[in-house]
């Protein structure tokens, strides 16, 4: 079974401090997406990767970073938290080519 | 710039009813189209796709239809059951779609009453 992991399921944060979102995948997969979850808004895509090392912007890339130093970890970084980035983080992957990603269990961001 | 529409946003049924949810799109130029669950506070699980050649996909009890012209989808769940309660979003991957990027809808949350 791929199993997608992430390294917190609820998580609490102030204003202005730097967040990490660890998205773990144990099925050797090149492709990592992260997305992000708002009532209303569905999912969407904040970055993805195809590689070690390479990354690409999705739609709503700002306020964000990324970092694919080991294939099957996945991070995502707030730089400086902000109350609107309260909101459901949910990380993926997939084969290349492959229609199928696999889901992790998601992070509950709170940034008071 | 493509985008992706489900209608209603949240659902209730009698447990046994036959439902319809629907999905639509605006930009026909689709490579495919997936029908996603996801349960209260857990990620997604892939239920149904459907290529852009193909008009439908059948899974137990569960029936995706593809009408590309039109931009639409629907998703055919027979004779309901409480289990099926949770969110159901649809995505379309574009027709540029080497990325494997996926465009999701807002989903609808339904509820079967026992």
């Known amino acids: 079974d791929v199993k997608v992991t992430q390294s917190s399921r609820y998580l609490v944060k102030r204003t202005g401090e730097k967040v990490f979102l660890e998205c773990v995948q144990d099925m050797d997969h090149e492709n990592m997406f992260w997305y992000r979850q708002d009532p209303g808004l569905g999912l969407r895509l904040i970055y993805f990767?195809?590689?070690?090392?390479?990354?690409e912007k999705g739609d709503i890339p700002e306020g964000y970073s990324v970092s694919r130093e080991k294939k099957e970890r996945f991070s995502l970084i707030l730089e400086s938290a902000s109350t609107n980035q309260t909101s459901m983080y949910l990380c993926?992957?997939?084969?290349?080519?492959?229609?199928?990603?696999?889901f992790g269990p998601g992070t509950r961001l709170t940034v008071l | 710039k493509q985008e992706v529409t489900q209608i209603p946003a949240a659902l209730s049924v009698p447990e046994g009813e036959n439902l319809v949810l629907n999905c639509s799109f605006t930009?026909?130029?689709?490579?495919?189209l997936q029908w996603f669950r996801q349960d209260p506070g857990k990620g997604l699980t892939s239920l149904l796709l459907i290529q852009s050649s193909q008009r439908e996909q059948t899974s137990g009890r569960l029936n995706a239809s593809l009408d590309k012209s039109s931009g639409r989808s629907t998703l055919y769940i027979a004779a309901s059951q409480p289990g099926d309660s949770a969110t159901y979003l649809c995505a379309v991957r574009p027709g540029s779609g080497n990325t494997g990027k996926l465009i999701f809808g807002q989903g609808t949350t339904l509820q079967v009453k026992p």
């Open positions: 990767s195809y590689d070690v090392k390479m990354k």
């Open positions: 993926a992957s997939s084969l290349p080519g492959s229609d199928t990603q696999y």
């Open positions: 930009d026909s130029a689709i490579y495919n």
